[in-house]
């Protein structure tokens, strides 16, 4: 079961080794056939790029933004702001995703400075850059843009940092049957219709939440008009053999991944500067949403079926790229940095000094500055 894991998670055995198994629990998972949404015209442009009013999104009423200072005892500031800001829509999915035909995505907005903004006859708030959507990796949350967001922000950008469906502080039960890479992507379509109305975006992804984007910005190329990638999983298919485990090998297997040792080996090994950043805040940041009820049931239903396949669509992103890399990335293997140069039609690479696998985290002026720096430059 162990060797197993590490072809689920990027950690080395010695390190899975040291970690004891522990139970979790699964609901029954159902294949449905895909019935993909219908794409929307949407006009291109950098000046296109109007926010939609809360007012026209449809909150989850029931949803509490995740109690980071109390519940949590977490004391990183950011943290606490960023959940603050955080809500959940309620966004149209095909229905083999739910029955019902809608989930609940969570999600953080950070509105772009008003020094940079303008206001349209209508109300709306206009910016300069496309808005950019922000995706975190391998079952983390928006939370992981706690930095991040807010600098974004303060150079003008719009933000919205989101929830992939199944895992952060999305709705998990009742009425959901697949949290499938596919429904992932389906339910990030349906929240960009809903919340961002189907304008042209760009869309971040860092280390599994690149797969997520690279298969977004394929699919809705309509919409999609930049890319950036943050060490991101681009040319690794799926999640190996975990995803013919049988069932209770997969329970055993989803236990270990929510795991105090897991999870503290996991954060040390993500930065460069361990000692200022793996810290213990950063670890409860990391593993709070593990402990909602349904997790467990969410992540062994993704496993199971297969993951995400992004190897084939990289080279098949028509918007310029940007690809950050944290230069001491100990997770992802460098290679992969100018392999996504060569392979995307139209991408940069800017590496990140003094950097682990997180740019957005350990580095997040730095990161900042080359998003917009990329978004303002005459690419678009």
Same mark, same amino acid.
């Given at each position: 079961?162990?060797?197993?894991?590490?072809?689920?998670?990027?950690?080395?055995?010695?390190?899975?080794?040291?970690?004891?198994?522990?139970?979790?629990?699964?609901?029954?998972?159902?294949?449905?056939?895909?019935?993909?949404?219908?794409?929307?015209?949407?006009?291109?442009?950098?000046?296109?790029?109007?926010?939609?009013?809360?007012?026209?999104? @449809?909150?989850?009423?029931?949803?509490? %933004?995740?109690? !980071? =200072? #109390?519940?949590?005892?977490? $004391?990183?500031? /950011?943290?606490?702001?960023?959940?603050?800001?955080?809500?959940?829509?309620?966004?149209?999915?095909?229905?083999?995703?739910?029955?019902?035909?809608?989930?609940?995505?969570?999600?953080?907005?950070?509105?772009?400075?008003?020094?940079?903004?303008?206001?349209?006859?209508?109300?709306?708030?206009?910016?300069?850059?496309?808005p950019l959507i922000?995706?975190?990796?391998?079952?983390?949350?928006?939370?992981?843009?706690?930095?991040?967001?807010?600098?974004?922000?303060?150079?003008?950008?719009?933000?919205?940092?989101?929830?992939?469906?199944?895992?952060?502080?999305?709705?998990?039960?009742?009425?959901?049957?697949?949290?499938?890479?596919?429904?992932?992507?389906?339910?990030?379509?349906?929240?960009? @219709?809903?919340?961002?109305?189907?304008? %042209?975006?760009? !869309? =971040? #992804?860092?280390?599994?939440? $690149?797969?997520? /984007?690279?298969?977004?910005?394929?699919?809705?190329?309509?919409?999609?008009?930049?890319?950036?990638?943050?060490?991101?999983?681009?040319?690794?298919?799926?999640?190996?053999?975990?995803?013919?485990?049988?069932?209770?090998?997969?329970?055993?297997?989803?236990?270990?991944?929510?795991?105090?040792?897991?999870?503290?080996?996991?954060?040390?090994?993500s930065y460069f500067?361990?000692?200022?950043?793996?810290?213990?805040?950063?670890?409860?940041?990391?593993?709070?949403?593990?402990?909602?009820?349904?997790?467990?049931?969410?992540?062994?239903?993704?496993?199971?079926s297969g993951g995400?396949?992004?190897?084939?669509?990289?080279?098949?992103?028509?918007?310029?790229?940007?690809?950050?890399?944290?230069?001491?990335?100990?997770?992802?293997?460098?290679?992969?940095?100018?392999?996504?140069?060569?392979?995307?039609?139209?991408?940069?690479?800017?590496?990140?000094?003094?950097?682990?696998?997180?740019?957005?985290?350990?580095?997040?002026?730095?990161?900042?500055?080359?998003?917009?720096?990329?978004?303002?430059?005459?690419?678009?």
């Amino acid at each position: 079961i162990k060797q197993l894991l590490l072809l689920t998670i990027v950690f080395s055995p010695s390190l899975i080794d040291q970690i004891p198994l522990s139970d979790a629990f699964l609901l029954p998972h159902t294949t449905r056939t895909f019935i993909p949404l219908p794409s929307r015209p949407v006009l291109a442009g950098r000046l296109s790029a109007t926010t939609t009013t809360s007012s026209s999104i @449809n909150l989850d009423p029931t949803f509490t %933004p995740p109690d !980071i =200072a #109390g519940e949590g005892e977490i $004391g990183e500031v /950011a943290a606490a702001e960023a959940a603050s800001l955080m809500k959940r829509a309620i966004v149209p999915v095909p229905t083999y995703v739910s029955p019902k035909g809608t989930v609940g995505i969570s999600y953080i907005h950070w509105e772009a400075a008003a020094a940079a903004t303008t206001t349209t006859t209508n109300d709306a708030k206009q910016t300069d850059t496309l808005p950019l959507i922000l995706l975190h990796g391998f079952d983390s949350s928006c939370l992981e843009y706690r930095r991040l967001g807010p600098k974004l922000a303060a150079l003008g950008i719009d933000v919205y940092a989101i929830d992939l469906l199944g895992w952060g502080y999305t709705q998990l039960k009742p009425d959901i049957t697949s949290f499938s890479a596919r429904a992932k992507v389906d339910a990030l379509t349906g929240f960009w @219709n809903t919340v961002g109305g189907g304008r %042209p975006v760009c !869309i =971040a #992804g860092a280390s599994l939440g $690149g797969a997520a /984007a690279i298969e977004f910005s394929v699919e809705r190329s309509d919409i999609v008009k930049g890319v950036v990638l943050i060490d991101a999983q681009g040319f690794v298919d799926g999640v190996g053999p975990m995803a013919m485990l049988p069932m209770p090998l997969a329970r055993l297997g989803v236990g270990v991944l929510k795991s105090v040792p897991l999870r503290n080996s996991a954060n040390k090994m993500s930065y460069f500067d361990v000692e200022k950043y793996a810290t213990e805040d950063a670890l409860k940041i990391g593993r709070f949403h593990c402990l909602r009820e349904g997790w467990n049931d969410a992540l062994v239903n993704f496993m199971l079926s297969g993951g995400f396949a992004p190897a084939e669509k990289v080279e098949k992103i028509e918007a310029p790229g940007l690809i950050l890399w944290g230069r001491q990335d100990g997770i992802l293997e460098k290679e992969f940095a100018q392999k996504f140069v060569d392979t995307m039609p139209s991408a940069e690479l800017k590496w990140i000094e003094e950097c682990g696998h997180v740019p957005h985290l350990e580095q997040p002026e730095e990161t900042a500055k080359a998003i917009d720096s990329f978004l303002r430059s005459d690419r678009f």
